[in-house]
């Protein structure tokens, strides 16, 4: 039998007012706030850790990727603004446009870059536009569009509930070290990745699970090297990272993959299953049983991988690696068949790599004033393991930052906003919001109009 402790209500001085409130720091809550700012709001910006980033930077997933249909480049925005500013820093690595294709020459150019289409069923897998990044680089891009864009930010405020009078959001509390702050705004964006916002407001969803990965980098490593040994024993080194895949328990094809630092490698594993992102305890219990096996497999690695024999634990990320956890189910639920379908929708904000976001998968229902953006946007459980790469999700959060400044503009609810009008500032800021479909995708029919 359970226990509860009934606790007095929680007084919480209010520090802040803003039009928008953008609760969760990584990169489709910064899109988001950016966005905002820009669109001409005044934006606060909550983050529960030191730094920004989510899982771009404390989960450390390394590379950009799905953001291409073919040769197109569908995901644009602000995310290019953080390809080009990590690039000049010498942070960022991609494949020019004349490489972007399937060759042995290719493959051995970047594939440990990660810059190949996943997606592509050829061998070797054509090179694409992908890009290789590094984790403090992008901490240090975040907090330059931050500044720029005049954001008030909060680190150290790990929401903790929503502030709902009549069925509307009017705010947010956070639990800081100085106790319960609250603050307060017309409209609030739910990049949490785990809709720890719109759940506690009241609005449905569905709640299911998959991969959990803690991922980790090695210094030490001459990539020349291994990479050579490769080539050169293709057999013998498969059967070396067969043996490594088997000890993590579960990882991708390439379980490392180079970064713009030289000599060090990330590894985006061990993969688990089994563990709910949204349970203390399953966290717990998941970060012991990562660290258990990284452990076990580090000796193996230096003494059998050609190229890893001064290799050692540089970093473990400071965020496990959730991807699923809680998901919104709004004013349109995206399927397994409108992804593969590539189905398109009047009102797409949002284009991910050949599969388009309607702004009806941002809107929460029941619960007014209050947007959803990234990982945990409105689709069924399957959809969502295809359509929640990080680009995308950033593409989603400026979508959602530039709905909520309009609505304050405009003075109107955000589920009355025009999609049409989201589609434009995007557009003006940079971003393809999918308004036009690509030629592979599949458009519905307007309804006959009966005399």
Same mark, same amino acid.
């Given at each position: 039998?359970?226990?509860?402790?009934?606790?007095?209500?929680?007084?919480?001085?209010?520090?802040?007012?803003?039009?928008?409130?953008?609760?969760?720091?990584? @990169? !489709?809550?910064?899109?988001?706030?950016?966005?905002?700012?820009?669109?001409?709001?005044?934006?606060?910006?909550?983050?529960?850790?030191?730094?920004?980033?989510?899982?771009?930077?404390?989960?450390?997933?390394?590379?950009?990727?799905?953001?291409?249909?073919?040769?197109?480049?569908?995901?644009?925005?602000?995310?290019?603004?953080?390809?080009?500013?990590?690039?000049?820093?010498?942070?960022?690595?991609?494949?020019?446009?004349?490489?972007?294709?399937?060759?042995?020459?290719?493959?051995?150019?970047?594939?440990?870059?990660?810059?190949?289409?996943?997606?592509?069923?050829?061998?070797?897998?054509?090179?694409?536009?992908?890009?290789?990044?590094?984790?403090?680089?992008?901490?240090?891009?975040?907090?330059?569009?931050?500044?720029?864009?005049?954001?008030?930010?909060?680190?150290?405020?790990?929401?903790?509930?929503?502030?709902?009078?009549?069925?509307?959001?009017?705010?947010?509390?956070?639990?800081?070290?100085?106790? @319960?702050?609250?603050?307060?705004?017309?409209?609030?964006?739910?990049?949490?990745?785990?809709?720890?916002?719109?759940?506690?407001?009241?609005?449905?969803? !569905?709640?299911?699970?998959?991969?959990?990965?803690?991922?980790?980098?090695?210094?030490?490593?001459?990539?020349?090297?291994?990479?050579?040994?490769?080539?050169?024993?293709?057999?013998?080194?498969?059967?070396?990272?067969?043996?490594?895949?088997?000890?993590?328990?579960?990882?991708?094809?390439?379980?490392?993959?180079?970064?713009?630092?030289?000599?060090?490698?990330?590894?985006?594993?061990?993969?688990?299953?089994?563990?709910?992102?949204?349970? @203390?305890?399953?966290?717990?219990? !998941?970060?012991?049983?990562?660290?258990?096996?990284?452990?076990?497999?580090?000796?193996?690695?230096? !003494?059998?991988?050609?190229?890893?024999?001064?290799?050692?634990?540089?970093?473990?990320?400071?965020?496990?690696?959730?991807?699923?956890?809680?998901?919104?189910?709004?004013?349109?639920?995206?399927?397994?068949?409108?992804?593969?379908?590539?189905?398109?929708?009047?009102?797409?904000?949002?284009?991910?790599?050949?599969?388009?976001?309607?702004?009806?998968?941002?809107?929460?229902?029941?619960?007014?004033?209050?947007?959803?953006?990234?990982?945990?946007?409105?689709?069924?459980?399957?959809?969502?393991?295809?359509?929640?790469?990080?680009?995308?999700?950033?593409?989603?959060?400026?979508?959602?930052?530039?709905?909520?400044?309009?609505?304050?503009?405009?003075?109107?609810?955000?589920?009355?906003?025009?999609?049409?009008?989201?589609?434009?500032?995007?557009?003006?800021?940079?971003?393809?919001?999918?308004?036009? @479909?690509?030629?592979?995708?599949?458009?519905?029919?307007?309804?006959?109009?009966?005399?």
């Amino acid at each position: 039998m359970s226990q509860t402790v009934s606790l007095d209500a929680v007084e919480a001085p209010v520090v802040q007012r803003s039009d928008v409130i953008v609760v969760g720091g990584g @990169p !489709a809550g910064v899109s988001a706030a950016v966005a905002a700012a820009r669109t001409g709001a005044s934006v606060t910006l909550l983050e529960r850790y030191a730094a920004l980033g989510g899982l771009a930077s404390g989960g450390m997933v390394l590379v950009l990727d799905d953001m291409i249909n073919g040769n197109e480049i569908t995901v644009t925005g602000i995310v290019d603004e953080y390809v080009e500013r990590m690039a000049k820093l010498g942070l960022a690595v991609y494949p020019p446009a004349e490489d972007r294709y399937s060759s042995p020459e290719m493959w051995a150019k970047w594939g440990r870059w990660g810059a190949f289409d996943f997606h592509s069923h050829t061998h070797p897998k054509p090179i694409c536009y992908a890009v290789a990044f590094d984790p403090d680089g992008w901490k240090r891009v975040s907090n330059d569009l931050v500044r720029e864009s005049g954001i008030n930010l909060r680190l150290h405020s790990w929401f903790s509930r929503p502030v709902v009078q009549d069925g509307a959001v009017k705010g947010v509390v956070c639990e800081t070290k100085s106790g @319960p702050q609250a603050v307060m705004g017309d409209v609030v964006i739910d990049t949490t990745g785990d809709i720890d916002v719109a759940s506690r407001a009241g609005a449905p969803y !569905a709640q299911d699970s998959y991969l959990v990965t803690l991922v980790f980098r090695l210094g030490g490593v001459d990539t020349a090297a291994a990479e050579r040994f490769e080539q050169e024993n293709p057999r013998e080194a498969r059967a070396i990272n067969r043996k490594i895949k088997r000890m993590l328990g579960g990882a991708w094809e390439l379980w490392w993959l180079k970064t713009p630092v030289p000599g060090v490698v990330w590894c985006n594993c061990p993969h688990m299953t089994g563990f709910d992102g949204t349970d @203390p305890v399953s966290l717990t219990e !998941a970060e012991f049983e990562a660290r258990a096996r990284i452990g076990a497999v580090l000796d193996h690695i230096k !003494a059998e991988l050609p190229g890893f024999g001064n290799a050692y634990l540089l970093d473990v990320a400071e965020q496990m690696g959730v991807r699923q956890t809680r998901l919104l189910q709004g004013e349109y639920v995206v399927t397994k068949d409108d992804v593969t379908s590539r189905r398109h929708f009047a009102d797409s904000v949002a284009r991910g790599r050949d599969y388009y976001t309607p702004y009806r998968a941002l809107l929460p229902r029941g619960v007014d004033q209050l947007l959803v953006a990234g990982r945990h946007y409105s689709a069924t459980p399957e959809a969502q393991r295809m359509s929640r790469e990080i680009p995308p999700c950033m593409a989603m959060g400026q979508a959602a930052g530039i709905a909520a400044a309009t609505a304050v503009e405009q003075g109107v609810l955000v589920r009355d906003v025009d999609p049409a009008v989201v589609q434009h500032r995007m557009r003006e800021q940079g971003a393809d919001p999918g308004d036009v @479909p690509s030629e592979n995708a599949t458009v519905d029919q307007p309804e006959e109009v009966v005399a």
